[in-house]
């Protein structure tokens, strides 16, 4: 960045330009002079007009012999243009023009023109050569800047690719885990099952059978989208929709009745938050209201839809477990990500309500 205003340093070529017509310009008519005034004022231009400041400083190259303002008005094309053959066609121009008699009925003197001319194509490409100088030196900065934007591109996408393959060793570690203790929970209850003489014991190793082959294929799903997100070419298995929602109410193992419906047409996101949200209110009275029964009314109008979820009092006393509030948080973000809200809280008959609002 320049340390001084751009219009300062404008003004100061100005008045430079003005000094040069003073001491050396040898002003003796008034054209002459028209000519210095316009040239100079013609670099307060430069910046926007870089060619028009040239054409208006060409004449005064010709008429006196003056340095400044040509410099100047070459430095500045040759700057800010790229069109080679038009800066070099500027700098022969005013070689030209330098190295013409002035007036017109002056003798010419071949020799001494071309001297003249030699010389004045070696200061036009003075100035020219600068300002191409300052023009690379500029798009080599440039040049840097768009190289280490890459570069801070590059180390996203590995720091993406890093995290990519720790999701998919989650995904192998949670497998090789979690699976198995709830694959031994299976096989126990199984053997539960058929061992018990009880009804109400077969009935219950039965619900925590069915439980956890349910929870095997909610773990394997996740597994799935960590591997997938991880870089692997995996199948991903289907999402649940509102047409799983009765399959989930039939293996919760809870009395719940079901009102009302929603449309078919309801985009997949909202579908998938609905299922989610009846999932995760069962699993809760399950864990914190056992021998409850809970009520599920689906609504919608012509601007939203939703779903509450509403359970009675406990009638057994519920087995201390432990709760991060994770589930009921995970459903307020899945909530506010669609515009929509999600409350939750207990009712005045002791039971616990869950409700879930999005628009339409």
């Known amino acids: 960045m320049n340390r001084f205003p751009a219009w300062l340093i404008d003004l100061a070529l100005v008045a430079i330009a003005v000094a040069d017509v003073l001491v050396d310009g040898g002003v003796s008519t008034r054209l002459e002079l028209a000519a210095a005034v316009l040239a100079c004022a013609a670099l307060l231009l430069r910046r926007r007009f870089p060619l028009l400041t040239f054409v208006l400083t060409l004449p005064v190259s010709w008429m006196l012999d003056i340095l400044v303002a040509p410099a100047v008005a070459l430095y500045t094309l040759a700057e800010r243009t790229s069109n080679r053959a038009l800066l070099w066609a500027a700098v022969l121009a005013t070689s030209i023009a330098a190295s013409a008699p002035w007036p017109l009925g002056d003798a010419f003197d071949q020799r001494g023109a071309l001297v003249s001319f030699a010389y004045s194509l070696a200061w036009a490409g003075a100035p020219a050569l600068l300002g191409q100088l300052v023009r690379t030196r500029r798009d080599l900065s440039e040049r840097l800047v768009e190289i280490e934007e890459a570069r801070d591109h590059e180390r996203q996408l590995h720091a993406q690719a890093v995290l990519a393959r720790e999701r998919a060793q989650i995904g192998r570690e949670m497998h090789d885990v979690v699976a198995h203790q709830v694959s031994l929970i299976a096989v126990r209850a199984g053997a539960l099952q058929v061992a018990a003489t009880d009804p109400d014991a077969a009935d219950a190793a039965r619900t925590i059978r069915r439980l956890s082959v349910d929870t095997l294929d909610e773990l394997r799903h996740m597994v799935t989208l960590l591997r997938a997100a991880g870089g692997q070419s995996t199948e991903l298995t289907p999402q649940p929709t509102l047409a799983d929602l009765r399959k989930l109410l039939d293996s919760s193992g809870i009395p719940v009745e079901l009102r009302g419906q929603l449309p078919d047409e309801l985009?997949?996101?909202?579908?998938?938050?609905?299922?989610?949200?009846?999932?995760?209110?069962?699993?809760?009275?399950?864990?914190?209201?056992?021998?409850?029964?809970?009520?599920?009314?689906?609504?919608?109008?012509?601007?939203?839809?939703?779903v509450t979820v509403t359970n009675t009092m406990s009638t057994r006393p519920a087995v201390a477990l432990p709760s991060s509030r994770h589930g009921l948080i995970g459903l307020t973000e899945r909530a506010e990500l669609l515009g929509g809200t999600f409350e939750s809280g207990p009712t005045a008959d002791r039971g616990y309500r869950a409700a879930l609002r999005l628009p339409r």
């Open 267 to 306: 985009s997949a996101p909202g579908q998938r938050t609905i299922y989610r949200t009846v999932q995760e209110a069962l699993t809760n009275v399950r864990k914190h209201a056992p021998g409850a029964s809970a009520t599920i009314e689906l609504w919608h109008d012509s601007e939203h839809f939703g």
